[in-house]
T-cell receptor
Framework: EPEVTQTPSHQVTQMGQEVILRCVPISNHLYFYWYRQILGQKVEFLVSFYNNEISEKSEIFDDQFSVERPDGSNFTLKIRSTKLEDSAMYFC????????????FGPGTRLTVL | DQQVKQNSPSLSVQEGRISILNCDYTNSMFDYFLWYKKYPAEGPTFLISISSIKDKNEDGRFTVFLNKSAKHLSLHIVPSQPGDSAVYFCAASGIGGNTPLVFGKGTRLSVIA
């Protein structure tokens, strides 16, 4: 069964460093998303991406964040200068069509900022 | 602001009995609702969904009920199994094909053998 994959599973970084989180969405999906979950809190939307551009972004997704689909398979989230409060689980999700709202999530990347 | 609320942080149920997980929402623009199941150190796994034009959707042991006038939905699991023990998230999305999901805080279900 096709699935969303994410790498790395765990990333530890120093405050102020740049990190890139990688995702491979399900191959025939067209809509891509990043969410995050701070420990003990709910899953929060960061950004959606379609047709090589951002469709929508939340207040969390400020100038420190960027997304890219550098080739036909990868979808990346970059945080330019990490802060302590960026420590969270980051989930990538993808969706096949505009008709159905079911998004399929990857296993997540745990980001720890020291 | 909590647009999607799951007021029970945890629920314990005996194996074989019914589990009922509840979810309330405040935004009347939501028109599609989903339930996800999450195990520790894994991503949310899609379980079942319902459109606002329906009041019930069933898939095997899982049934979701939607009461639009009360802005309330529930997930019923019958019969409950120990493998159902996980955190269950209610999520909602608005009209339009690419709207983001808004999640509740989750309910931790423990099914006791």
């Amino acid at each position: 069964e096709p699935e969303v994959t994410q790498t790395p599973s765990h990333q530890v970084t120093q405050m102020g460093q740049e990190v890139i989180l990688r995702c491979v969405p399900i191959s025939n999906h067209l809509y891509f998303y990043w969410y995050r979950q701070i420990l003990g809190q709910k899953v929060e939307f960061l950004v959606s991406f379609y047709n090589n551009e951002i469709s929508e972004k939340s207040e969390i997704f400020d100038d420190q964040f960027s997304v890219e689909r550098p080739d036909g398979s990868n979808f990346t989230l970059k945080i330019r200068s990490t802060k302590l409060e960026d420590s969270a689980m980051y989930f990538c999700a993808s969706k096949g069509t505009v008709t159905y709202n079911e998004q399929f999530f990857g296993p997540g990347t745990r980001l720890t900022v020291l | 602001d909590q647009q999607v609320k799951q007021n029970s942080p945890s629920l314990s149920v005996q194996e074989g009995r019914i589990s009922i997980l509840n979810c309330d929402y405040t935004n009347s623009m939501f028109d599609y609702f989903l339930w996800y199941k999450k195990y520790p150190a894994e991503g949310p796994t899609f379980l079942i969904s319902i459109s606002s034009i329906k009041d019930k959707n069933e898939d095997g042991r899982f049934t979701v009920f939607l009461n639009k006038s009360a802005k309330h939905l529930s997930l019923h699991i019958v019969p409950s199994q120990p493998g159902d023990s996980a955190v269950y998230f209610c999520a909602a999305s608005g009209i339009g094909g690419n709207t983001p999901l808004v999640f509740g805080k989750g309910t931790r279900l423990s099914v006791i053998a």
